[in-house]
């Protein structure tokens, strides 16, 4: 189940025939239960026979992203107190007059100094000053704060102020105040950072609790028998009860459901490199497949805000089915400011006026408005062409020129994220095939396809609700990471075996928590190098914990490292010092995935089809209009086209032919073969 900023998607595997179904619901956003349930009632008649339920939730995201979690208190080292607000230079924006410090999510007023100091080398300097603790939860209590951060220096050396500090503030508050302690939500380096990460685990945490709590206890009354499982900012999964510990992780749980999604496609299809566009009602998400597995890395940044934890590399911009078109300073501007669920664009009828994405498709013929989400919703053509029409007038164009123009706008808008991901980084898009999901993704996809250059545009079977389709496809998983500072002559190969070897033991261990059988486990290292006297890190993998102890580890881990550098930044120094930063290590319990569905071949080369007109290119244009559902493999046919199913509807250009391949995936390319 994956909620969206329009629908809620649903899906479901039938063990027994090994079919796959999806559905939508009208995502609630007062009540984002309720969406869930109406979408699961739709495919499931007792919850009681469901064997596995996985869940991608926003509400975390959303509350921050709308800065409406709950006030928190922050307590830092004394004489450190500004750590957080002092924050860390932009680099990247050195140059940037209009640059401006995110908005911390904690006031100045806010943060407290707390006496006791922990060494660099995690031994005591000073004692911990509990009274000033028990002061700080007066003034939570007084306050009215929701919940409490506690960030102290070199905590990921030595916790052991950190944790009495949340004993006192327990004893105080009672053991269901949300206490973020910074060594849990980030063991790791770098004060600000492992700072900002437990203020915005504080600050969407109980949100996040209260949500799963009340899913939960309804789906439970419902008569489930199983665990609730959350999808993490990892591209794992985790079960609701270790989801409440460690909210932090389930921020991202939403766009990253369809990252493993291509993960699998691409081990289906044997296509190593994808890139990923999910296009909802609200927002595009832009994520990548290398040699056949997600781009990963260890620190993310949303609306400036860094927060240390392993997450799918995903670039979103506000650009979706519901964004709104709009004149700024004599030029066209579509989204970020999206109409979403309510009132929603002009032709959902629920008294939106705004002209938007989705209703510039439908005045282009490229919708069907009585089929709209499964037939769900009938779309109002005419609201559509006001709605359109009333920005063509500021413009002095025709309804269907403006109608293009935001297509156009958005694409481009689009196009440039992908290359934010890709090309900034090195990547060429054109190394890539394109993979188009998310309700409104198939319909731009091949228009962005021609802007970047990719040769091939895939659209996997119900691309409306791929993210909750990859949830099926995906692990438990638990993150561990262990700073670990030592120059490359310094270090000594048996203590790093010996410290890996305990953080697979605790990531083993914690899989038999989640209920993960023991041959089902496994994990996987990787280590975070530099070269000497430089900053920023790259994760290098290992073989195995062992690895260290082998003869030829520092020339081998050095040669990746340099293979690594010069991917991502063009060059590398081989036989400089290095510097080995952190340890890494993932815990990953199999759970088992659905077999691929084969679909079904052709008997014959014909198939249902209709003819109208649809505007490409300034005109309108005799198209296609073929139900996915009587798609086989074999099927081949020629655009300009419309392929109408319940979870999204294909936009095939003139010049471009498509094909079905043998998992029920459209295969689309240029005839002409660039």
Not at 627 to 643: C, E, I, K
Request: aromatic share 6%.
């Amino acid at each position: 189940m994956d909620i969206g900023g329009t629908f809620t998607d649903v899906v479901t595997y039938d063990q027994q025939s090994g079919a796959f179904a999806a559905t939508k619901a009208s995502t609630t956003p007062g009540n984002l239960s309720e969406g869930v349930l109406a979408g699961l009632d739709a495919v499931v008649d007792e919850p009681a026979g469901i064997d596995f339920l996985v869940h991608g939730t926003t509400q975390g995201l959303n509350a921050f992203l709308e800065r409406r979690g709950v006030p928190v208190l922050l307590l830092g080292t004394a004489g450190l107190e500004d750590t957080y607000h002092i924050a860390r230079g932009p680099r990247s924006r050195l140059y940037d007059l209009h640059y401006r410090k995110p908005t911390p999510l904690v006031p100045r007023r806010d943060v407290l100094g707390i006496g006791g100091r922990i060494a660099a080398d995690g031994s005591e300097l000073t004692p911990l000053d509990e009274d000033a603790v028990r002061e700080a939860a007066g003034r939570a209590r007084e306050g009215g704060h929701g919940a409490i951060a506690v960030a102290f220096l070199f905590s990921y050396k030595n916790p052991a102020h950190e944790l009495r500090a949340r004993e006192i503030l327990q004893e105080e508050l009672g053991e269901d105040v949300t206490v973020s302690v910074s060594h849990e939500a980030a063991k790791e380096w770098r004060e600000y950072e492992r700072t900002s990460s437990a203020v915005v685990e504080a600050y969407t945490g109980p949100i996040v609790r209260r949500y799963l709590t009340d899913l939960e206890g309804r789906l439970d009354t419902r008569g489930l028998r199983v665990p609730l499982h959350v999808m993490q900012s990892s591209g794992g999964i985790l079960t609701a009860e270790s989801a409440r510990r460690r909210p932090l992780q389930t921020l991202l749980s939403g766009p990253v459901g369809g990252a493993i999604a291509c993960a699998e496609l691409s081990r289906q299809t044997g296509r190593p490199h994808l890139i990923g566009i999910d296009m909802g009602g609200t927002s595009f998400d832009v994520s990548l497949i290398v040699d056949g597995e997600p781009d990963v890395s260890a620190e993310a940044q949303l609306e400036g805000l860094p927060m240390l934890m392993s997450v799918v590399n995903i670039h979103t911009v506000g650009a979706g089915g519901g964004s709104v078109a709009w004149a700024e300073a004599g030029g066209l501007r579509v989204g970020p400011r999206s109409a979403g669920a309510r009132p929603g664009p002009a032709s959902y009828g629920r008294g939106g006026t705004e002209p938007t994405v989705t209703d510039a498709n439908l005045v282009l013929g490229r919708i069907d408005p009585d089929g709209f989400a499964g037939g769900q919703m009938t779309l109002d053509v005419r609201a559509a062409e006001k709605a359109v029409d009333g920005l063509a007038e500021v413009f002095g164009m025709t309804t269907t020129a403006m109608a293009e123009g935001i297509c156009d706008v958005a694409n481009s808008k689009m196009a440039q994220a992908i290359r934010t991901i890709t090309v900034s980084r090195g990547i060429e898009p054109r190394d890539s095939a394109l993979v188009a999901f998310g309700g409104a993704g198939p319909m731009h996809a091949v228009f962005l396809a021609r802007e970047l250059g990719i040769a091939e545009t895939v659209v996997p079977r119900f691309p409306g609700a791929f993210s909750a389709w990859g949830m099926l496809q995906t692990q438990i998983r638990q993150d561990y990471t262990e700073p670990y500072f030592f120059l490359d002559e310094d270090l000594d190969p048996a203590d790093m075996a010996l410290q890996l070897a305990r953080l697979e033991k605790d990531g083993l261990d914690g899989l038999g928590h989640e209920g993960v059988a023991g041959d089902a486990r496994h994990a996987s290292h990787a280590v975070d190098i530099r070269y000497a006297a430089q900053e920023y890190t790259l994760t290098v993998p290992l073989t195995s914990a062992d690895e260290p102890l082998g003869e030829t580890f520092r020339a081998d881990v050095a040669q990746r490292f340099a293979d690594l550098h010069k991917s991502r930044y063009g060059h590398a120094n081989l036989g400089a010092p290095i510097e080995f930063v952190a340890l890494r290590t993932t815990a990953s319990g199999d759970l088992g995935r659905p077999d691929p569905q084969k679909w079904a071949a052709a008997d014959k080369s014909d198939f249902p089809r209709e003819v109208r007109e649809v505007v490409f290119d300034g005109s309108a244009q005799n198209t296609l209009i073929v139900r996915r559902d009587d798609l086989f493999v074999g099927h081949t046919f020629d655009g300009p086209a419309v392929v109408i199913e319940d979870t999204a509807t294909t936009v095939v250009p003139p010049g471009y032919a498509v094909s079905v391949d043998e998992i029920g995936s459209l295969i689309i390319s240029r005839k002409d073969g660039q």
